[in-house]
């Protein structure tokens, strides 16, 4: 019985580190969102996506998130800087 509560409080343990550790990530993508949503944008799936390509946090991810912002009619400078928001 004791093994069994001290396994599941490892799992329950495990699940909210990872939610945690997701926590940021997520943040930022919400940063990015927020700034073209204050910058007068519609943010939709579309947007999302590209916000999230720059989590990656390598240099192509954060072109992959401007070229589709622009793609979707952001300004260059209002895309570099959403992206900029999501990569943090």
């Not at 943040?27 to 700034?35: E, L, M």
């Not at 912002?69 to 570099?80: I, M, P």
Request: glycine letters at 12%.
């Amino acid at each position: 019985m004791k093994r069994t509560i001290a396994l599941l409080l490892g799992a329950v343990s495990l699940g909210a580190a990872s939610l945690t550790l997701a926590a940021p990530a997520q943040a930022r993508v919400v940063d990015c969102q927020n700034f073209l949503r204050t910058h007068g944008y519609s943010v939709g799936p579309k947007v999302t996506k590209a916000c999230n390509e720059a989590r990656d946090g390598t240099g192509m991810g954060w072109w992959a998130c401007k070229v589709l912002l622009q793609g979707y009619g952001v300004k260059e400078d209002d895309a570099s800087l959403a992206c900029d928001n999501a990569a943090g």
